[in-house]
């Protein structure tokens, strides 16, 4: 899948300060700020798309329902308390008020909407477990000598090589 940045960079003046911002799809990888910024002071990000924690919902799990019953792999090091729940269409469904067991989380205040056998559970943001091959998380770096900001959004699976399809907002603080 390829990786794409918004080819419009959006400027806004600080005093004696630049600020560049705009938005990266599918994983995107670099911008170049040697057109606007002499010396960045501070770069960084978010991510904006939900990524799957590879759990299902096993049954129906009516609305403002508290216990859950999950299956297909461990929820516990996946999901944590007061961490946000999401459909795949990005409906919010609760906050996680405790992990009680591998196939069991409770929602506090129950569910927002009923939840449907074999649905996945979905993040906003990063999904990191604590152990994994796989991690979608989102670093930001900058390269001085080529004038780049690099977003390194998730790796490569060891096996499937599967890439990162985040997406997400950047913004850059720097010296015109």
């Known amino acids: 899948m390829a990786y794409g940045n918004t080819t419009d960079i959006r400027t806004h003046v600080l005093g004696d300060l630049f600020m560049l911002t705009g938005t990266f799809t599918d994983g995107g990888k670099e911008v170049s700020y040697a057109d606007h910024l002499s010396e960045v002071l501070a770069a960084g990000g978010h991510l904006t798309s939900l990524t799957s ?3 299902q ?32 269409a990005g409906v919010r469904r609760g906050v996680i008020a405790t992990v009680d067991s591998a196939t069991q989380i409770t929602i506090e205040s129950g ?7 074999n649905e996945l ?10 152990v ?4 979608t998380s989102l670093d930001v770096s900058v390269d001085e000598k080529n004038k780049l ?6 790796s490569v699976h ?19």
């Open 132 to 135: 994994t091959l796989i991690s």
């Open 57 to 88: 919902i096993d049954g129906n799990e009516a609305a403002a329902q508290t216990v859950l019953t999950v299956k297909t792999i461990d929820a516990r090091p996946h999901l944590i308390a007061g961490q946000s729940v999401y459909d795949a």
């Open 149 to 154: 900001i690099v977003f390194e959004c998730g």
């Open 158 to 176: 060891a096996t499937t090589h599967v890439t990162s399809t985040s997406d997400g907002r950047w913004w850059i603080l720097g010296k015109r």
């Open 53 to 55: 924690t590879g759990i």
């Open 111 to 117: 569910l927002a909407a009923q939840w449907d056998d």
């Open 121 to 130: 559970i979905y993040v906003l943001g990063a999904n990191k477990p604590s």
